[in-house]
């Protein structure tokens, strides 16, 4: 099973940019779907984007042309480059992974998660 670790979150203001990456360890993070989502206090976590292990991408209309999502599969690593950052996306950022072949932005559909890492916007 693939264990998962984030980082490059951190404070920035608005209209920065930001790269967040997620490394995988384990076996065959290639087979697995992956997406990364973002908890701000007192709400739900909520997707923002995921990646099929086809290669399919989808986003949550609140990041569409701001955030891009990618991964290497040969450094079993998945990126998220963020720009134009507004104060509404300072939340912990997580990434996760499932099985199945399909782009998903619901947390329920995975069972394997990263710690997380802090991304604050400040004006």
């Known amino acids: 099973q693939v264990q998962l670790v984030e980082s490059g979150g951190g404070s920035v203001q608005v209209g920065g940019s930001l790269r967040l990456s997620c490394a995988a360890s384990g076996y065959a993070f290639s087979m697995y779907s992956v997406g990364w989502f973002r908890q701000a206090p007192g709400k739900e976590r909520e997707g923002v984007a995921s990646m099929s292990r086809s290669g399919d991408i989808g986003y949550t209309d609140s990041v569409k042309g701001r955030f891009t999502i990618s991964r290497d599969n040969a450094k079993k690593s998945l990126f998220l480059e963020m720009d134009s950052l507004k104060p509404e996306d300072t939340a912990m950022y997580y990434c996760?992974?499932?099985?199945?072949?399909?782009?998903?932005?619901?947390?329920?559909?995975?069972?394997?998660w990263g710690q997380g890492t802090q991304v604050t916007v400040s004006s």
């Open positions: 996760a992974a499932k099985v199945s072949n399909e782009v998903a932005l619901s947390r329920y559909e995975y069972a394997i």
